[in-house]
């Protein structure tokens, strides 16, 4: 059996941040450069590309691991279907319902009504319901979610406590996304990254991040990819970007988070036989899974 040390374990997670900022920035970096439309060519392809850093830092760590005979880390979630998966659909309802109460919030208190129109124009831009559906789902949540939250959040719980990964997780992905405010054409270049809309919606990733966190405590990889699909097809289809509705979401989701982490404790852990057929995980941690680590 192979053990891994503190040491290894950090070294695991710098090379994660390492590949997906690396990845993602000169990919953006050349989009930028490019200028033009990301979902016209040749811009299309660097923007897209740099979306899936934190995927390829995820394969690049599960592959180091396998060859090296490594344990996945003890508190990652398995991605088996199960019983846990019927979390999915209600975690789903529950990020959506953030953005459609804080929309609705906003118009009440004298902000935009929320509505459909724009959500409409952009699903007959991108072809229809199903294009959008798989844009939505490609667009984030399968691009990012296996790294942020399978690989780089259970090495995170190693040495902190669930808030403190969440809140730092949450940091490092809103500084991730910065490149974006300079790539013409994107939500995040719209808002600006000097504005209230560009500072709220830095700001909301960090309890996006908890939420997210929170998912993939209960089922996985596919629960926090649910998660932020929801969150980000809800935005799309209301178009809740005018900063008081930005700022009403981020109110509700903040709620949210500290209601589900003050109430439900991390779930009790599964261990499960380690490579050399011992126990490898310790009391509390979390079994290891099939998800990408």
């Known amino acids: 059996m192979t053990t891994t040390s503190p040491t290894r374990r950090k070294t695991g997670l710098v090379l994660f941040w390492a590949v997906t900022f690396t990845t993602s920035w000169a990919c953006w970096l050349v989009a930028i450069l490019l200028g033009g439309s990301p ?23 599960r592959v180091r691991r396998a060859r090296r005979h490594e344990d996945a880390p003890a508190h990652a979630v398995s991605s088996r279907p199960g019983v846990r998966w019927l979390w999915v659909v209600p975690l789903l309802a529950l990020a959506s319902a953030t953005v459609v109460a804080g ?25 229809g319901p199903l294009p959008f559906v798989v844009s939505m789902l490609i667009g984030g949540p399968l691009a990012e979610e296996p790294g942020w939250r399978g690989t780089a959040y259970p090495r995170l719980l190693a040495s902190m406590g669930r808030l403190q990964a969440g809140l730092l997780l949450g940091v490092v992905w809103a500084v991730w996304h910065l490149p974006l405010f300079f790539i013409t054409g994107t939500v ?13 919606f830095t700001l909301s990733v960090i ?37 008081m509705t930005q700022a009403l979401v981020l109110a509700v989701q903040i709620l949210v988070v ?10 009790a852990a599964v261990t499960q036989p380690s490579r050399s057929g011992r126990n490898g995980s310790f009391p509390g941690h979390r079994c290891r899974g099939t998800a990408i680590r």
């Open 207 to 243: 309890p996006m991040a908890l939420l997210t966190c929170y998912a993939y405590e209960r089922a996985g990889v596919v629960a926090s990819i649910a998660v932020h699909f929801g969150v980000n097809t809800t935005v799309a289809l209301l178009t809740a970007t005018a900063p």
């Open 103 to 127: 929309a609705y919030l906003a118009g009440a208190l004298g902000g935009p009504a929320p509505s459909l129109t724009a959500g409409k124009d952009l699903i007959t831009t991108l072809g």
């Open 39 to 61: 979902l016209s060519s040749p811009t299309a392809i660097p923007y897209l590309l740099g979306g899936f850093g934190p995927v390829i830092a995820a394969i690049v760590l």
């Open 188 to 200: 995040q270049s719209s808002f600006g990254l000097i504005s209230w809309s560009g500072l709220l």
């Open 258 to 267: 500290l209601g589900l982490l003050s109430r439900s404790p991390r779930p």
